[in-house]
């Protein structure tokens, strides 16, 4: 009986010493039109930076995490775009997850700048939905109504 109970204890022990792992941020991106300034067309205008960028370069959103590229649409008339990366909607809240503060580096350039949480053994973290097209069944029924 009192064996049972110590393994019972060093099987909690080694539980909670098995923490879980660090949930990795995703990284998202979006394309936005770029800002232009008139008298340098052609280039996009990196308001973070307050310089002028050639399409094909990136640059930095400090103080911001998240970093932006420039870049031309492949449509006609060709247009010039923002392709933004950004860490990406945060978790929704959990009182079992917390911020790493050690392992975020809110100062290291995009992505390393992302935050990252470190939840308690099992628990993972959710993060919201984001808005995604309708799902293939959907159409389906639609076609068996038609
Ligand atoms: C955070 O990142 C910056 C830039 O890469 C680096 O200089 C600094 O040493 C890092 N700090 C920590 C605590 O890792």
Redesign the pocket.
């Known amino acids: 009986m009192k064996y049972l109970v110590v393994l019972a204890i060093f099987a909690l022990a080694f539980a909670a010493e098995e923490k879980a792992d660090d949930e990795r941020p995703k990284t998202y991106r979006r394309l936005i039109p770029a800002d232009v300034l008139r008298d340098f067309p052609g280039m996009c205008f990196a308001s973070t930076r307050c310089a002028t960028v050639e399409p094909g370069n990136s640059w930095d959103l400090a103080p911001f995490c998240g970093k932006s590229s420039c870049v031309i649409s492949e449509d006609e008339p060709p247009r010039l775009l923002e392709l933004v990366e950004d860490c990406g909607p945060l978790p929704i809240a959990n009182p079992k997850c917390k911020l790493d503060t050690e392992k975020t ?1 809110k ?3 995009f992505p ?1 700048c992302c935050p990252i949480f470190t939840c308690e053994a099992g628990v993972k973290l959710e993060y919201p939905e984001l808005p995604t097209p309708p799902p293939e069944d959907e159409k389906k029924e639609d076609k068996k109504e038609a």
């Open positions: 580096n100062t290291a350039p390393g």
